[in-house]
């Protein structure tokens, strides 16, 4: 099927679905397949629960008049997207890095939206699927967008700026993420500066960290840039104090953030610099950013009933963003902390050693209690308390009461982390 023909159906029905169990009567339901799941077996249910229509790439040997036959069900979704894509000639800003993406995200929205009809990335659908999506999900009306890409592999940013076409974007940073997936910091460098590429060769703008060199590196040829950092930099700010929360001076005004650890400063500094650059009067951008509230376990700072204040950075780990957690931990004045922290995963070959290097980081702490919980802690040399997944240590928890204390819970997405929230 043509996707001009396609698209006629999704205006009339602007609803896509590819979970037949989640799908709502007038929705476009797409066959989407995977490892473990093929979407054209549940073509029947999808269009029992009322299907507008049903995307499909293999024969079901249903006969019904929804039926859609396409050659790939993903790749028709990409190209719908695309389509949609085009509808609107705004600015799109896309987002990447290794850490602090969703949030600069965030941010940036919370500082738009307080001017435009600004549309974003829901969550963390930020990948093949989430993307187009996403697209899909941009209403009539909408003044800019803001897309979040994550990646895990090479070729994989500049296969979702082929359907997204930003004109605009912004790498947060490039750590130790994904390393098996890129084949070394190297490869995540080139990984993510694929969204430079594209804009390179488009004649886009990006928003560039001037504290990293590597990213000035990575922007040579980018001609339409603006820099933010804490020096030399278009928009540049230094951080007065993170205790507990971030506080930036902007233009003589005292930013009073529910951001916890400095090393949101730069994801903070971003949406300065786009609010600026897309003018955004310095008072709203002020009041957005005092605003915004994170959440889903991101840097979230939660007392509980035991008299905890406890750091919930457990949507995800690496080396860079452990080390800055931990890192943050040590500077904040408080009479006992509790490190909780997860394994990192899809390390590769170099996993061992950086949860060695993260051992030796929590014994140069002045950290009054550490658990280490699951991943590649257990091959790991060292003193602590190590217990094997996030249901043990919440049992543990409950039986060794944490009391008073300022506890920092970090892990990567598999380990979950957040589970032992309760116990504290």
Request: aromatic fraction near 6%; charged fraction near 20%.
């Amino acid at each position: 099927m043509a996707i001009l023909e396609l698209y006629e159906h999704f205006r009339r029905h602007p609803q896509v679905c590819t979970d037949s169990r989640r799908l709502q009567p007038g929705d476009i339901f797409f066959a989407l397949k995977g490892p473990s799941f093929n979407g054209n077996h549940f073509a029947a249910q999808a269009l029992q629960r009322g299907a507008a229509y049903a995307v499909l790439d293999e024969e079901t040997g249903i006969r019904d008049h929804r039926i859609l036959q396409v050659d790939d069900a993903l790749t028709c979704l990409q190209q719908l997207a695309l389509h949609h894509r085009r509808q609107f000639v705004i600015p799109v800003l896309a987002i990447t890095g290794s850490n602090g993406k969703t949030t600069t995200k965030e941010l940036i929205h919370a500082v738009l939206s307080t001017r435009y009809r600004t549309h974003t990335t829901r969550g963390n659908l930020n990948n093949h699927i989430g993307i187009p999506l996403t697209l899909l999900s941009m209403p009539v009306g909408t003044e800019v967008a803001v897309i979040e890409m994550g990646a895990n592999h090479q070729r994989e940013i500049a296969s979702y700026c082929s359907f997204t076409e930003p004109t605009h974007g912004l790498i947060t940073n490039c750590g130790k993420a994904h390393l098996e997936g890129f084949g070394g910091v190297e490869g995540v460098r080139k990984g993510k500066g694929e969204l430079y590429d594209h804009l390179r060769s488009t004649g886009g703008m990006i928003f560039l960290c001037h504290d990293y060199d590597y990213l000035r590196d990575m922007s040579r040829g980018i001609t339409r840039l603006i820099t933010y950092g804490t020096a030399d930099a278009e928009v540049a700010e230094q951080c007065l104090h993170s205790e507990p929360f971030l506080a930036v001076r902007l233009q003589g005004r005292t930013v009073e953030t529910r951001l916890v650890g400095a090393y949101n400063l730069p994801n903070m500094l971003a949406a300065v610099a786009v609010g600026r650059h897309f003018q955004v009067p310095e008072e709203d951008i002020c009041r957005a950013i005092e605003a915004y509230e994170p959440s889903n376990s991101r840097s979230q700072l939660i007392h509980t009933a035991a008299g905890n204040d406890v750091i919930l950075d457990a949507y995800n780990a690496n080396p860079t963003s452990m080390r800055a957690a931990i890192e943050n931990l040590a500077r904040q004045q408080h009479p006992r902390k509790v490190v909780i922290i997860g394994g990192m995963m899809e390390l590769g070959a170099e996993s061992l050693a950086e949860h060695a290097g993260i051992v030796e980081l929590l014994k140069a702490s002045d950290c009054d209690q550490v658990v280490l919980v699951g991943g590649d802690f257990r091959q790991t040399a060292h003193p602590y308390l190590f217990l094997p997944n996030a249901e043990t240590a919440t049992q543990w928890l409950l039986d060794h009461p944490v009391r008073s204390s300022l506890v920092l819970v970090k892990g990567s997405r598999s380990i979950a982390m957040e589970k032992v929230l309760p116990s504290l």
